[in-house]
């Protein structure tokens, strides 16, 4: 097992109970039934707002979260978004529960059930990775609830990196000078690759539960006497797809966090063993394009770390994509 330095804790913009708007913070207490007496703030993730454990004056706790369009214009979407995913998820999903939720059309709020765990140790521990690599098959054999968008299109909108950087010439050259071990083979690569990205959004579609954004720390280990249990958290690009989807979209991350090679991650995965290499080459190719394309934006509002964290993605992405392509 590779080590690895841990990614940052967090990379957003979070505040406290106490920066929350008053309104805000009296009907959370309202929805949960009880008065606030204490806060434990969320230390991973990329949404920036309000992201704690509230411990309640009855003795019960819950998560919340709750954001606004002024700290992130987006986060007020996916936080809708996941919302709506909330309310379908089957058990097997592996989902803390959503207990309440609130939209004034301004804050966005959702209160979910507390899990007793923390995200995966970095280096991976072996033990949790094998749990992890575990409840992502058991996830490819759950169908997906009515109501869930196509992941096509989601990989839609996200398998388009190699075709923009061909359009960009300064932000390829960019690419290029952030990882100089691929720069002998990206250019002469790009068109195939681009070509891949497209036939990646076709294999991304089925009618299997995916995830759609798994990762160490949308992960929590519930460490029990009989063995680590995983949860899976943040649903909001929760789709209709294919496994293929979640197991290429969490390898690299693996691989940047000390799991070993995405590659021989793959091969020891057990909801690996019946995808297609095609699909799996293609997918992989829109992932790793998103990430290198994103690696080399300006950062969005709020959360400044998180081009870094795309790059390191991006080359273990590569690691693997160039593996495959020779």
Aim: net charge negative.
């Amino acid at each position: 097992m590779s080590t690895a330095p841990a990614p940052p804790a967090f990379s957003g913009s979070r505040i406290g109970w106490g920066d929350l708007p008053r309104a805000v913070r009296a009907r959370v207490q309202d929805l949960a039934g009880a008065e606030v007496v204490s806060e434990s703030t969320a230390t991973s993730g990329f949404s920036p707002g309000f992201a704690s454990t509230l411990e309640l004056g009855d003795g019960t706790s819950v998560f919340v979260k709750a954001v606004a369009p002024e700290l992130n214009p987006v986060s007020p979407t996916l936080a809708r978004a996941e919302i709506h995913v909330n309310r379908l998820l089957p058990p097997e999903a592996a989902a803390p529960e959503l207990l309440f939720a609130d939209d004034d059309g301004t804050w966005v709020v959702l209160g979910l059930a507390v899990v007793d765990g923390s995200p995966p140790a970095v280096p991976w521990d072996p033990d949790e990775l094998a749990q992890a690599l575990e409840t992502v098959a058991r996830l490819a054999t759950v169908p997906a609830p009515a109501g869930l968008r196509d992941a096509r299109e989601l990989t839609g909108e996200i398998f388009t990196g190699w075709r923009r950087l061909a359009a960009a010439p300064a932000d390829l050259d960019a690419v290029l000078a952030a990882l100089p071990e691929h720069a002998d083979w990206l250019p002469g690569a790009l068109r195939r690759l681009g070509e891949a990205e497209v036939a990646g959004v076709a294999a991304s579609a089925g009618d299997r539960l995916v995830h759609g954004d798994l990762r160490g720390d949308n992960m929590l280990v519930e460490r029990r006497p009989a063995g680590p249990r995983l949860w899976l958290v943040d649903w909001p690009h929760a789709a209709a797809g294919s496994p293929v989807v979640d197991v290429v979209t969490m390898l690299p991350s693996v691989a940047m966090t000390g799991g070993g090679p995405a590659a021989e991650v793959f091969d020891a995965h057990p909801g690996a063993r019946d995808l297609d290499p095609g699909a799996v080459r293609d997918v992989l190719a829109g992932v790793a394009g998103y990430f290198v394309h994103g690696a080399v934006q300006p950062p969005p509002p709020g959360i400044p770390n998180l081009r870094a964290f795309q790059l390191a993605q991006g080359r273990a992405a590569l690691d693997w994509l160039r593996l495959l392509d020779s």
